[in-house]
């Protein structure tokens, strides 16, 4: 399997040999399924933004004085077609192809559009590992049973993972309905920081930690950052996360976890700005150099 439009590859890397998809350690897929989003519209262009962003990130990194690239290669698939396919559909089509990187020993990264797509990626992963948990980063919980009657909806996506028996640790909530609330009182395998407690305690981050388990996959929705450096998401939302506190955190969960996974969702590209998808194509370089170099 090749991919050889350079200018669609991640960083638009040239060199046949770090991109390939045999070669290469990483694979990036991109999900452009956008069906249930409630508030602002447009995250179906997240992932081809953030691609496009990425050919102006630095190959070089300063803090592992190398080109990340090189050492583990970089796939870039072609995006998913999502063509008559909705709800369950569009899970399943997920799920098949993260299920396929992973039967292939790739290590999979998922761009998405709207956050339902993740659902997709964790049921693939956790055919594959035992102990499987989530590290959610968001500003909501996405704990509604559904939402607008539909239960596929990107405000129901963990009610779905936590359905099937997978614990989550959910980082940065600050918006969420009395019954998500209630759901996270009663339950014990969801552990919520929100945003306003972890200003409060300097050691949010090694309490976090020990709520995960062993295999862990990341969903990153970029509304958990703050609007004031991501503001091109479907639900902006204050007080949120800020890249040098969220960096800190995900180098100590990758140091002690075994991340098997992850994802950056709900860009939704506003005109005459690239500030949330460079952001986005930064972090995710940057979760590759931390994950490849462990």
């Known amino acids: 399997m090749k991919y050889h439009n350079h200018k669609k590859n991640f960083l638009a890397i040239t060199e046949d040999k770090f991109c390939n998809f045999k070669n290469s350690k990483f694979v990036i897929q991109s999900a452009p399924y ?158 919520t920081f929100y945003a306003h407690t972890i200003r409060k305690n300097k050691n949010w981050m090694n309490d976090a930690i020990k709520t995960l388990g062993e295999n862990v996959y990341i969903t990153i929705d970029a509304d958990g950052f703050d609007p004031s450096i991501v503001p091109a998401v479907g639900t902006a939302e204050p007080n949120g996360l800020f890249w040098n506190e969220t960096i800190e955190f995900l180098k100590k969960v990758i140091s002690t976890k075994n991340i098997i996974g992850f994802d950056v969702v709900e860009i939704a590209p506003i005109k005459d700005t690239i500030l949330s998808e460079y952001t986005m194509a930064k972090l995710v370089y940057k979760l590759i150099g931390y994950i490849g170099n462990k």
Do not use: W
């Open 34 to 191: 956008e069906y249930t989003s409630s508030y602002i519209s447009g995250s179906d262009k997240g992932p081809k933004a953030i691609l496009k962003a990425s050919r102006f990130v630095e190959l070089y990194d300063e803090e592992f004085d190398a080109e990340t690239y090189k050492k583990f290669g970089i796939c870039t698939l072609p995006e998913m077609n999502f063509k008559n396919k909705v709800d369950k559909k569009a899970i399943d089509l997920i799920e098949k192809n993260t299920g396929k990187l992973l039967d292939n020993k790739k290590f999979p990264i998922t761009l998405g559009a709207e956050h339902t797509i993740s659902l997709g990626c964790i049921k693939a992963i956790k055919k594959q590992y035992k102990n499987v948990h989530v590290l959610q980063i968001d500003a909501h919980s996405d704990l509604r049973d559904s939402y607008n009657n539909n239960p596929y909806s990107h405000a129901s996506v963990m009610y779905r993972v936590q359905e099937l028996g997978v614990p989550l640790t959910q980082i940065g909530i600050r918006a969420q309905c009395i019954e998500e609330s209630q759901l996270i009182k009663k339950s014990k395998n969801i552990h």
